[in-house]
């Protein structure tokens, strides 16, 4: 293998790549998993430890330290390099010696989280010196790696993006380095580290000279280390929601109430502490933002009317009459002169009344939020997605974040009066929600109405679901999602009677459709002194059924413990005469790529039918499941190996 020097950059069109990656995402959108591409990606994985990294393993990896290296990969394309990382990582397929040669410099995308145990301070050393031209860095999970180590890696990364550093060693030396090197960083993510405090967060905006902020636009922080009190949380919250201007997403610890610090303006309960840290002063940060953002709604409206003056010049012109034009015409052509005049006259004391409506703000309905708050000396904040907000905070909230589409929030049962009253501010607007409620799906019900028919994503988080009705009725509200996830507890119900298979198949076919459904995941707690989970809503299966039946669009599904059969399930989905009557719709499981049924009732019959069905499966978790041995696994992979993509089946 040559080595040892670096290699001249191998020049790709421009034309041609975008070509290429366009071709290559029509074949993905169309299910075609076997494209060529794809092929020839399989065949380095599976040939990776045999051929391609053999020699380097054997003969040079622990000998020698390179700063480059010139192997079989340093001519790839940098889209596909990533996407043989990608691979390599998702199948836990990664090796120490692979990755050292697919750190090449035209990769601008590395994320190391499923393979965080390989990265070693050496590797972190090779990623700096060989990775320059990184864009987005994901190291989340590498729990080993040192400040030390993770700040003299990102001072070699000046280009990037996006960093994940979830779950590190991270502290505010490392976010001292991020501020002062990473310059274009518009995506941050520090959550779960707990060597870090919230104070240690200032350090991104240092220093505090306006012009030399970071461009955040995603900053989550959350579950980090532990501050000296709420006063600490609070503070840092407002001053990085008061510095960070184009931040359009945030978790951040203590952010419900620093949205009420900034709506009220109550910034003494903090001052005391600001001082201590020598933090500037929130009020004036306040006024200084409200400067800010009076100048651009002035340079907004400004150019807005010289639109509309250049428009209604363009009008007028548009509408005189022209010269020489003969008399003896019928007089039919001046009328509609005429009548375009009285139209562009029209429009000129339209447009006055529209000017002299947004100067008394006070009385005018069709102004826009942003001119109507500055006028009323009260801040708008661009965040389109918050997290870890309570329903005490929602009024705050809705006054500073008018533009919001996606919420994550927790709710008790004092306050779930108030839920449905504030999410009617996003009515057509709001697109995700989280919510975070450990009371009865009824209960919840009117609030997800008020938001329902425009919501893509829904996860609902410790809701206990007591019957069929409540689960139909919530399919029912949310008509467009594409993203639903529920966890929840075992219900109690009593179905000791013999089920009337005939009702309920008839049934089915009243069932919604989500048909824009694309992740499906519906969790159980179970304990787990238990071998298997109590089976005791049985007619859970004809809602599964309809559901996944009715959601062509399917690419991953997890479903864990779940109390009824899953067998019966899968077997009546597959079945010719389970499927809708109209010919021309999508089958169903035919885009499905993941698909967990960790800890269910699945027989050898069912996962060898999963096995051998002509979708682009790619990975079968059958983890917990009773019903399977060892002996089946094998059988199951004999027959993958028969398949013209790979399939990773997952069994504990």
Known sequence: MPLFRRPEACLVKKGAKTKRKSQQGKRENDGDCSSLIRLCLWSLVENMKDVWTKDYAKMYMDQYSFRYIIGPFNILPGHLVEELLFLLSSHRLMTRPALHLLLVPQVKSLSLSACSSLVTPHICQLIGIRCQALL??????????????????????????SLCLAGTQCDGSVLQIVGSNCRELRQLDVSGCYQLTPIGLLSLVHPPASH???????????????AKGDDERVAVAVFLLLTLPCLVKTALDGLGDAFDVIESQDFADLEAFCSLNGMPNLKELWDERIQIQGKLTEEKETKNEGLLDEGMERWLSESEEPDGDDESENGSEHEEADGGKVKVQEKILLHCDRQEEVKDIGRTEGQTRYAKSVLQDHLTLPLREAQGISCRNMRALGRLCPDLCAL??????????????????????????????????????????????????????????????????LLCLCTKLRTLAIHTESPILNEDEEEDEEDEEQGIQALPCLSQLRFLSVKFFIDHSKKKPLMCWRSLKWVLLGLLRGSPLLEKVTLFAIPCSINSVFQMLLETHHLPPATDRIPPLCQLRYLSLAYCDVSMETATRLVTLD????????????????????????????????LKIVWT
């Open 615 to 646: 979708s682009c499966l790619s990975t079968l978790d059958l983890s917990g499941c009773w019903a399977v041995s060892a002996d089946i696994i094998e059988q199951l992979q004999w027959n993958t190996s028969r398949r013209k993509h790979s």
């Open 136 to 161: 987005s860095l994901d190291l989340s999970g590498a729990q080993h790696l040192s400040a030390l180590v993770l700040s003299e890696l990102l001072g070699h990364l000046t280009r990037l993006h």
């Open 408 to 473: 994550s929030l927790d709710c008790d049962n004092s306050e779930l009066g108030q839920l449905a009253v504030a999410l009617e501010r996003w009515t057509h607007e709001l697109l995700s929600l989280s919510l975070h409620f450990a009371g009865i799906l009824t209960e919840i019900l009117p609030a997800i109405q008020t938001v329902g028919a425009t919501l893509h994503h829904l996860h609902l988080e410790g809701v206990k679901i007591s019957d069929d009705a409540s689960f139909l009725q």
């Open 212 to 226: 030399t902020r970071l461009p955040l636009r995603s900053l989550v922080a959350s579950d980090i280390g532990f």
